[in-house]
């Protein structure tokens, strides 16, 4: 493979490359070199400019607040909230996609209820001078950072170039989704006590009908209970009219019990339901706790200043070398036919390629 290659290069009018030709280490300073000064001026200049850059850019600081939502282990009331608001799926991205309690708080609070919440309460569009709201969204979402860890533990973060500004946005985060929290778990109590007390209302009616009947048959029949003694138990308490139908009697006097005792147990677990769902409505069903509140950072967090300059150093630099090498690239086919012949040998294989 190598033989034939050299016989085209050859055949072409190309030398075969010579081992003084080899480029080492020593050749390599020696580029650098002879065109330190060229590289050394690209670089302080751009060091320069980095610096101008970063001392125009103004500071920006970071309210960063960390809260507990409720879990799903621990405390009733943090295990009911999250069951109260399980309906909220559709509106933070579907339950199929949440998989830890925190992701439908972070849903929460990227949502656009609490945005608007945070726009109308803080003036955010007077702030920003936005003349959308839509405006001032994109704004608010660009300085919010919001993240859950495999704690648990939801951080939830705002830049600005007010410290004070930044704190407060980050801290009113909380209170909004608070608030949220709340409203959703007493809209879900109170819609289910309604629902308990419509099935109660069709149970007592249910036993009053149970209990008429019952009623009616021992009028008729003239069929009564005795104290102690339990038809139901096929103890024979019971005394029959004339009829002459006793197991006929007996079984209808059985089955209109049962129903009753059936609807005298309906109508307990009712009101249970009801009386829960009316502590609900009335209690505090908020279960977010705030681990670190923001306070006004005393550091700026925006720009990485010295980690600006240094990079820019470093690509000038990098850009400098490059261009030595290729300026002596250049120099070296101009004065040596043999490298020119490369060259354009080069360029006819890449014809060919295209």
Not at 43 to 51: D, E, G, K, S
Not at 260 to 279: D, F, N, P, R, W
Not at 307 to 330: D, K, M, Q, S
């Amino acid at each position: 493979m190598v033989t034939s290659m050299e016989n085209q290069a050859n055949q072409e009018g190309v030398q075969p490359q010579r081992p003084d030709d080899e480029i080492n280490l020593m050749d390599l300073l020696l580029v650098i070199a002879r065109h330190n000064r060229f590289i050394i001026k690209l670089t302080a200049v751009a060091a320069i400019l980095a610096v101008i850059y970063v001392l125009l850019q103004p500071n920006i600081y970071t309210g960063k607040t960390v809260i507990l939502p409720p879990q799903q282990q621990g405390s009733s009331s943090a295990s009911m909230l999250l069951g109260q608001l399980g309906g909220l799926a559709g509106i933070t991205g579907g339950a199929m996609g949440i998989k830890a309690p925190g992701d439908l708080y972070v849903g929460m609070l990227k949502s656009r209820t609490v945005a608007d919440a945070l726009m109308q309460r803080l003036k955010l569009q007077e702030l920003y001078e936005a003349k959308t709201m839509t405006a001032v969204r994109a704004a608010l979402e660009g300085a919010t950072v919001i993240t859950t860890g495999k704690d648990g533990f939801i951080t939830i973060e705002y830049s600005d170039k007010d410290p004070k500004l930044a704190a407060a946005i980050a801290n009113a985060y909380v209170e909004e989704l608070d608030g949220l929290v709340r409203a959703i778990a007493a809209k879900e109590a109170l819609g289910r006590k309604a629902f308990y007390e419509k099935q109660l209302k069709e149970v007592r009616a249910g036993l009053d009908r149970a209990e008429l009947e019952m009623k009616g048959f021992q009028e008729q029949n003239r069929v009564f209970r005795l104290g102690g003694a339990s038809s139901l138990g096929g103890g024979g308490g019971m005394v029959l009219g004339a009829t002459g139908e006793i197991p006929k009697a007996e079984l209808e006097f059985v089955r209109i019990a049962r129903d009753v005792k059936y609807h005298e147990m309906l109508l307990g677990a009712m009101a249970q339901q009801v009386s829960a769902a009316t502590i609900d409505a009335a209690k505090d069903s908020t279960g977010i706790q705030v681990l670190d509140k923001a306070l006004p950072p005393e550091r700026e967090s925006k720009p990485k200043r010295a980690l600006i300059v240094l990079l820019a150093t470093l690509a000038a630099l990098f850009i400098g070398v490059i261009w030595a090498f290729i300026r002596e690239a250049a120099e070296r086919s101009r004065q040596d036919p043999g490298q020119a012949e490369r060259i354009n040998l080069l360029r006819r294989y890449f014809r060919r390629g295209c």
